[in-house]
C-alpha cells in the first residue's frame, strides 16, 4: 500500500563520506521534491524535479545533488556530509497538470541521517 | 511575501477536551492553496486537507474541521475531543498558484494530548 517510500529509514554516514538516498513512488506523480527537515523546523524544500527538468532552490548548498532516472526514482545524494547536515530527509511527490496549478504532495516516511 | 504563521509553538490538552490550532497566511495572489499535514513521531509528514482560495466553505471529517477566512486570513484547525493518538506536530502550508507548486511550511504546532 505504501506510496512514497524512502529508503533506508535511518542513516549513519561519516563526515565527508559520500551518501546517497532513495525515494520511490507508485502514485506515477509527475512531480517529486526534497526536504531537509532539522529538529523542530519546518521542512526546507532543497529541489524538484518536474518530469525531467531539474530545480533546485537558491539556497540549496552545492554539497546537494539529486537524479531521477525514471518517473518513480529519485535519488538525493550528498557529496561530502557535513554535521550541519544531520536531518531528516523528506521525499514527496504530486501530479501537476501544468506549472500553474498546484496539486497535493504527498510524502514518504522519511531517512534521518546521522553524520558522525 | 508570502508566509505562514502558527503562533502556537506548543499545545497541551488533556483527551476529550477540544483544541484549536491557529494558522495565519499572508499572500499577494489572489489563486492560492493552503494545507494541513501532520507529524507524528514516526516522522512522516500526513496529508490532512487541501483548500482553494475560492472556497471557504468550512469542512468537518470525523473529530476534525477547519475554518477558513479570507477575511482575516486564517485557516484554523479543531480536533473535537483529543484522544492521544493526535499528540503530533501539526503544520499549516500554503501554495500559491504561480510558484508552480512549493509548499511554504508554517513553523508547526506541537500538540500534546495526555490520558
Known amino acids: 500500500d505504501a506510496m512514497v517510500i524512502q529508503n533506508p529509514r535511518y542513516q549513519v554516514t561519516q563526515f565527508g563520506k559520500p551518501v546517497t538516498l532513495s525515494c520511490s513512488q507508485t502514485?506515477?506523480?509527475?512531480?517529486m521534491y526534497w526536504y531537509q527537515q532539522k529538529s523542530s523546523q519546518a521542512p526546507k524544500l532543497l529541489f524538484h524535479y518536474y518530469d525531467k527538468d531539474f530545480n533546485n532552490e537558491a539556497d540549496t548548498p552545492d554539497n546537494f545533488q539529486s537524479r531521477r532516472p525514471n518517473t518513480s526514482f529519485c535519488f538525493l545524494d550528498i557529496r561530502s556530509p557535513g554535521l550541519g547536515d544531520a536531518a531528516m530527509y523528506l521525499c514527496?511527490?504530486?501530479?501537476?497538470?501544468?506549472?500553474?496549478?498546484?496539486?497535493?504532495?504527498?510524502f514518504g516516511p522519511g531517512t534521518r541521517l546521522t553524520v558522525l | 511575501a508570502q508566509k505562514v504563521t502558527q503562533a502556537q509553538t506548543e499545545i497541551s490538552v488533556v483527551e476529550k477536551e477540544d483544541v484549536t490550532l491557529d494558522c495565519v497566511y499572508e499572500?499577494?495572489?489572489?489563486?492560492?492553496?493552503l494545507f494541513w499535514y501532520k507529524q507524528p513521531p514516526s516522522g512522516e509528514l500526513v496529508f490532512l486537507i487541501r483548500?482553494?482560495?475560492?472556497?471557504?466553505q468550512n469542512e468537518i471529517s470525523g473529530r476534525y474541521s477547519w475554518n477558513f477566512q479570507k477575511s482575516t486570513s486564517s485557516f484554523n484547525f479543531t480536533i473535537t475531543a483529543s484522544q492521544v493518538v493526535d499528540s503530533a506536530v501539526y503544520f499549516c502550508a500554503l501554495s500559491e498558484a504561480r510558484q508552480g507548486g512549493k509548499l511554504i511550511f508554517g513553523q508547526g504546532t506541537e500538540l500534546s494530548v495526555k490520558p
Open positions: 502514485l506515477n506523480h509527475n512531480v
Open positions: 483548500r482553494n482560495s475560492f472556497d471557504e
Open positions: 499572500t499577494r495572489d489572489t489563486t492560492y492553496y
Open positions: 514527496a511527490t504530486s501530479r501537476d497538470l501544468d506549472r500553474v496549478i498546484t496539486d497535493t504532495q504527498y
